[in-house]
């Protein structure tokens, strides 16, 4: 198993939970699909109120699980449907949904993990949690969606800030830059969580969803990120990116030849 | 009487006051009109250089008057004309009114006060002032061009964290989040409003109106909030929107089923 | 010489520096024109990481300068090549370059200056800095584009302050409100932009070049803005751009009728 999406429910509270023991919970091709899976599940149900997006053991989401990458990333068209279809299809379906999604963030919320994050309407952090996505580290862009996604969620500045400098930031720095709803001791991060969960538990369904299609409507992607996709993959099979790729695969730093 | 707005000029500075005795100055239908009157005329006048928007005795405004509302929001046809017609022909004077505009803000800033806040150029709040608009409690969403209006101007974090979770924010987050230029002790809202409208009838009248106009294309509404006002109101004689109505009016906790 | 723009590169490393001795780096016409010529030459050369953009003498830019306004402020065609041409031709080439700029802002950073430190993507400040366009005081508006650029980059309610108020406004203010990455005394100014220079060095530049070409297609300006310029210079001739002006030169209070 390369990791999975676990749904509890508990009356009309839910909770996703990424699950991938080992590494802190990275995104398998798997658990995209299986993720979107259970998003377009939960947008069928009309007995919930709130779900809840969490990573299990002590983290959200480190990233992408980059011991796959090897076998579709240098492949322009496979690369192509890996961001389009399987990334953007699981984030997309998180973003269509029209309960409210709470971001329970313990740990590490790196790459994928931001993106997710990136896609819930309240974030609630522990003090000890880190957030980046380091992939310029990596040789390749952050595809123009998921870009597009991060910048309006964290902002111009720490967009800038994270994807041009594979800048880490702490709890702290993320909620004074609007990122993060409050940041609380990590042993109360559950806690903090649940009685949003049930103080949500009360108010209008109805409310809700007309709220979430308003906010989504605010959020729409404009047509200039919707043309970069045309051209996004075009460097699946350049120097740069299968450098980056090999150099953390064998654990070694990186060479950049421009 | 069911509240009034009153106006006070002094030399190029003028006083837009909210009054509603006992009601913390809820904005009733009568309001609405008054106020959208006294923009516009400001708005013809060439002798001024900057507006307050104020409540009178210690509160900016604590939302709508309820009272009314059950005369006219369980029919989708009077619905839309209160949102469209009477709430926003009120708001938007504001929002085309070229002149500085600045939010004194004094205790109850709520629903209909936030997006009345939420139009003004400058916003210096006392330190007791509290923000929110728990409409999700009352069985309603907020209109799509309010929520818009308001989302620019919280942010999108604090946006859902007050729509989606009926959330109440106080004066020092509030300025955290952007949305306050300065927070003051209550005592000295009034004389640091006073000194910023003193500073701002030396500036130059015509640089003003065309910073205004600039301004306000930047935050020019977008197409996809346009396109939802066209189903906004549907909802207007459904049971979650009568019980969250009528709870209040009965105070007693609202009952939402799903 | 009216100013000029200095070139130093040291290997991957290049920093662009604003020289105005006397004028804290005051940009003329003639900077305006070398600054856009330094930056598309940076734009072509493929052995560069990274760009610093700094002023000489412990200032950024203090602004425009004045000294050049009366020889073509008037005259609505050669104001709009002034703005349109000259410094827009500047600032766009900034904002075109694929590499990361860093804004290394100490002492003034006002009008121009400001501007300017909008343009680049990671914005780090002593703490003696500071941020304003007190142009209301100067009878005119900041040109639609340029406004629009600080408006994203300062955020709606800074902008309003900055323009409407002509606010001046200190770096832990601008850094609270998310246009500074990081404030530190002034004497450690130079050391951490170097350090986040050899920083960047290393990173992916393929990476870097679709970041910056992503957060570009985030950032373009809207139709609305687009609008405004076809008349955004027919205040030229006007009595309060004379006025404003010309009491600047002959350091005397304006006088503004309305």
């Avoid at 970069?228 to 150099?247: C, F, K, M, P």
Wanted: with cysteine; proline share 4%; charged share 20%.
């Amino acid at each position: 198993m390369s990791g999975q999406i676990q749904l509890e429910i508990d009356g009309p509270l839910a909770r996703v939970i990424l699950s991938h023991p080992g590494k802190f919970n990275a995104m398998s091709c798997a658990m995209w699909g299986a993720l979107k899976n259970v998003f377009d599940d939960l947008q069928q149900r009309r007995d919930l109120r709130c779900v809840t997006l969490q990573g299990k053991g002590g983290h959200f989401c480190a990233g992408g699980d980059i011991s796959e990458y090897a076998g579709f990333r240098f492949d322009a068209d496979k690369l192509r449907h890996f961001h389009e279809v399987q990334v953007w299809g699981g984030l997309n379906a998180i973003l269509q949904c029209d309960l409210p999604v709470i971001a329970q963030i313990e740990g590490n919320c790196m790459g994928a993990g931001l993106e997710l994050a990136s896609c819930c309407d309240i974030r609630i952090a522990g003090q000890s949690a880190q957030f980046g996505a380091p992939i310029a580290k990596l040789g390749f862009a952050m595809a123009p969606r998921e870009a597009a996604l991060v910048g309006r969620a964290v902002g111009d500045l720490t967009a800038r800030e994270i994807l041009l400098e594979a800048a880490v930031l702490n709890a702290a720095l993320m909620q004074q830059r609007g990122f993060l709803n409050v940041v609380v001791p990590d042993v109360e991060v559950a806690d903090t969580v649940l009685q949003r969960m049930r103080r949500l538990q009360g108010l209008a369904p109805q409310a809700a969803r007309s709220h979430k299609q308003t906010l989504r409507a605010l959020a729409a992607p404009s047509p200039a990120i919707e043309r970069l996709v045309e051209t996004a993959y075009d460097y699946a099979n350049s120097a740069e990116h299968r450098e980056g790729i090999e150099a953390f695969v064998a654990k070694r730093k990186p060479v950049f030849l421009s």
